[in-house]
């Protein structure tokens, strides 16, 4: 028997093999940029975490991260006031490469409000700069509380009230901790964000909690695991709040990042190029100056 082809068929497919091209892709090749995260707080030394940023396509794994880490660095501090420091290598609970003993930390040099910072790194011969200052009105917290939907609930966020100062442009940044629980300080979801829509006003503000990092998940059980995404605090927890005021590049440098840390705090999940105020050649990050506030609620 033989089987007739209409020539409809043919013609299509003779068009499709004749608009058949070979592409041959090159892809350039990509740096990955030094990320500098540092900070200096009021009352407390300065810490600086170095790392090399890895490609998209990267196999992520605590080996890799580790590899990632640059713990070769000569850092220094100084104020305007004409002091200076060099940072050594150690622990900082304060961010995860921390909990590693693999941040670099001061031990004199603590920051005072009202005052500026310039910070030095110097690595793989390559020099990176950068100056910031630490503002010199800390958040003016009217009321911090629980707030649950109802008397019978044991889940609740917490409520912020505070006041803005109207004499000064401010820019704010939010972390919570839950004892036995969080690692080290995240920022709240929406976090970060300036009083430009409440100059000079009160600003009720609610506060969820955020997950640290998604690295630590993978060993985790069903129950932990649920526990662990939680985004709001449960009967029993002891919370620490840290709020404080920033500055304009520290502001800039995380509200561009805002949204990846609101989908999980996963630094490895959009590429991109964030404001900083690093100064160097293929560098990103951000030295920051914080007016820090601490609070302690037990939800009981």
């Known amino acids: ?38 900070w200096i707080e009021t009352d407390q030394v300065a810490t600086v975490v170095i790392s090399r940023s890895m490609s998209y396509y990267s196999e992520i794994d605590m080996a890799t991260i580790l590899r990632s880490i640059d713990t070769t660095a000569l850092v220094e501090v100084s104020d305007d006031e004409g002091n200076t420091e060099v940072l050594s290598l150690g622990f900082s609970s304060e961010h995860l490469y921390g909990l590693l003993g693999k941040v670099y930390v001061g031990s004199t040099l603590k920051g005072k409000a009202g005052h500026s910072y310039h910070l030095t ?46 004499d000064e442009f401010n820019c704010y940044r939010f972390f919570t901790k839950i004892k036995d629980l969080d690692m080290a300080f995240s920022q709240v979801p929406i976090g970060v964000f300036d009083d430009l829509t409440f100059n000079g006003l009160a600003l009720n503000f609610e ?94």
Request: net charge negative; aromatic share 12%; hydrophobic share 35%.
């Open 121 to 166: 790194v110097r690595t793989k011969d390559q020099i990176y700069t950068a100056s910031t200052y630490i503002p010199s009105t800390p958040v003016l917290i009217d009321s911090l509380y629980f707030n649950k939907v109802t008397e019978s609930d044991t889940s609740s966020t917490i409520r912020i009230l505070f006041s803005d100062n109207a």
């Open 1 to 38: 028997m033989i089987r007739v082809i209409p020539f409809f068929v043919v013609f299509f497919a003779l068009v499709l093999s004749g608009c058949e091209t070979p592409i041959s892709l090159t892809v350039p090749n990509h740096k990955n940029p030094l990320v500098i995260e540092a």
């Open 207 to 300: 506060l969820v909690r955020q997950p640290l990092s998604n690295v630590f998940t993978a060993n985790l059980s069903p129950e932990e695991y649920e526990n662990y995404y939680r985004r709001t605090f449960f009967e029993g927890d002891v919370v620490y709040v840290k709020s404080t005021t920033i500055d304009v590049e520290t502001k800039n440098y995380w509200t561009s990042l805002q949204s990846d840390i609101s989908g999980g705090q996963n630094p490895f999940t959009t590429p991109g190029t964030h404001p900083t105020n690093i100064k160097g050649e293929n560098v990103t990050g951000i030295w920051s100056g914080y007016n820090v506030r601490y609070d302690t609620l037990v939800f009981e």
